[in-house]
């Protein structure tokens, strides 16, 4: 009832209605423009740069396959079977879903090198080249997304801003525990897969080992069974432990628990809100794409009314083809055109390298959104709680000693006597404590209660006798 008449509310006040509260989900549209943000693009940006030059240096390892090299792509260029720009002739569900690929494409640098670890198919040197891409894309995901996702979470849930290299030094401190998190449930399915192969080997011995393995069959379905929970986390939540990590500010079994227990204990709701951030991120990404694209056709509209239309196309080209036709080559060769070719298609190659990273941006800062609505449904946790590092204040002035820096107030002090004072301890003096001499007796002599008192104080002292 006090409460109730401080705050003037009455049990039956009508409360107004909030869709955010009816649907949380709908929160999920503000992860369009928190990663549209020329800090996290950059981070994105500079990820996929990264990887993508990591597996150009892998395809001249020793152990890469064959066509490896054919099929090696920069962000930049196209793949078979990519959507390149927007077609205004396709209809909306045809630019909607043809380059889904680039919001998860974090995802399937993970996935693509795990996939080829489970063909079976595979040798010894198809398996290392593929272990070696798999953990070099955790190594560069592990900094560049744990920085997105914490500027995401901070943002999301606090409104607030986080700087760049302030996001950079959050994700390096805690970068094991980002490179850990999905390796921990790995190395659960190497163990098991051990178990296997164990139980392989008996299956080798004469005449007895098909009937071995026969028997006890079970246990390896029992073992695979496990392992497809592990397979199936790890390739669902390994985005979720990284925002884990970002809002919590934990460690990677931390990321790794939490992450498997949202995504096993509320599978539908996951699976709603995994169908609306695609959604949602399609329909950005198809303005990111279309903004992209006009941007690089209205800059070469412009130029080319003054430059030529032909002479901006030798410029600008990317067809092998135009630049070896023979009556083009004398054009292709004269002048600076080799020194401006390389630095036009390298702004261009910019401009689309920002607009795919926007994909990847809107993966992990999604990313951390689900994981807040999850702990919110799940634990029933305040979407704006996030951990945040406070920096100690620095203060220029001198510290405060006596009775300023008391937190008592001076006149409260009860007053010392000048016979309860003591004596400092000995290392404040140097080691050494000082001589205390007996007090003179009085002038009339010692009073005899007083004597008798001090005898046995001088008879109870060691070496007294």
């Given at each position: 009832m006090d409460q109730q008449q401080a705050t003037g509310l009455s049990p039956f006040t009508e409360r107004p209605f909030r869709w955010r509260d009816a649907f949380p989900w709908i929160r999920l549209w503000r992860a369009v423009r928190i990663a549209a943000d020329l800090r996290k693009l950059l981070l994105a940006a500079a990820a996929l740069a990264v990887v993508a030059a990591g597996e150009r240096l892998f395809v001249e390892l020793p152990f890469a396959p064959d066509g490896a090299e054919a099929a090696f792509r920069w962000p930049w260029q196209p793949y078979p079977g990519a959507y390149d720009g927007f077609d205004a002739d396709s209809s909306l569900m045809e630019n909607l879903t043809a380059d889904w690929g680039e919001l998860t494409r974090p995802l399937a640098q993970f996935l693509a090198p795990a996939s080829h670890l489970m063909d079976g198919d595979g040798g010894v040197e198809e398996a290392a080249y593929a272990w070696t891409r798999l953990l070099w894309a955790i190594?560069?995901?592990?900094?560049?997304?744990?920085?997105?996702?914490?500027?995401?979470?901070?943002?999301?849930?606090?409104?607030?801003?986080?700087?760049?290299?302030?996001?950079?030094?959050?994700?390096?401190?805690?970068?094991?525990?980002?490179?850990?998190?999905?390796?921990?449930?790995?190395?659960?399915?190497?163990?098991?897969?051990?178990?296997?192969?164990?139980?392989?080997?008996?299956?080798?011995?004469?005449?007895v080992g098909e009937g071995v393995v026969g028997l006890f069959w079970f246990v390896p379905l029992a073992i695979g069974f496990v392992m497809a929970l592990i397979v199936v986390?790890?390739?669902?939540?390994?985005?979720?432990?990284?925002?884990?990590?970002?809002?919590?500010?934990?460690?990677?079994?931390?990321?790794?628990?939490?992450?498997?227990?949202?995504?096993?204990?509320?599978?539908?709701?996951?699976?709603?809100?995994?169908?609306?951030?695609?959604?949602?991120?399609?329909?950005?990404?198809?303005?990111?794409?279309?903004?992209?694209?006009?941007?690089?056709?209205?800059?070469?509209?412009?130029?080319?009314?003054?430059?030529?239309?032909?002479?901006?196309?030798?410029?600008?080209?990317?067809?092998?083809?135009?630049?070896?036709?023979?009556?083009?080559?004398?054009?292709?060769?004269?002048?600076?055109?080799?020194?401006?070719?390389?630095?036009?298609?390298?702004?261009?190659?910019?401009v689309v390298l920002l607009a795919i990273g926007y994909g990847a941006a809107f993966f992990w800062t999604a990313a951390t959104a689900l994981y807040l609505l999850l702990r919110y449904s799940e634990d029933a946790v305040e979407l704006d709680e996030v951990h945040l590092e406070h920096e100690p204040e620095r203060d220029d002035l001198l510290p405060l000693v006596g009775v300023a820096a008391s937190d008592q107030p001076a006149g409260e002090r009860p007053a010392t006597a000048p016979g309860d004072l003591k004596e400092p301890p000995a290392e404040v003096l140097g080691g050494f404590s000082p001589a205390v001499e007996p007090a003179p007796p009085p002038a009339d002599g010692p009073d005899p209660a007083a004597r008798d008192t001090w005898n046995e104080d001088e008879a109870s002292r060691p070496g007294s006798s």
């Open positions: 190594i560069v995901w592990s900094l560049f997304g744990g920085a997105i996702a914490r500027m995401a979470a901070v943002e999301f849930a606090r409104d607030e801003r986080v700087a760049l290299w302030a996001a950079l030094r959050f994700a390096g401190g805690r970068f094991l525990s980002y490179l850990s998190a999905p390796l921990l449930p790995i190395a659960g399915v190497a163990a098991l897969w051990l178990l296997c192969l164990v139980g392989g080997l008996l299956g080798r011995l004469p005449w986390g790890v390739a669902l939540g390994w985005p979720l432990m990284s925002a884990t990590i970002s809002v919590e500010g934990t460690d990677a079994f931390d990321g790794f628990s939490r992450s498997y227990s949202y995504l096993y204990g509320r599978p539908g709701y996951f699976a709603w809100l995994v169908l609306v951030a695609l959604v949602f991120g399609a329909l950005a990404f198809l303005v990111v794409k279309l903004f992209a694209t006009m941007t690089v056709f209205l800059a070469g509209w412009g130029v080319s009314d003054g430059m030529g239309l032909e002479n901006l196309g030798v410029l600008v080209s990317t067809s092998i083809a135009d630049l070896l036709d023979p009556d083009r080559l004398e054009k292709n060769t004269r002048g600076w055109i080799n020194f401006g070719r390389p630095l036009a298609m390298f702004w261009i190659h910019v």
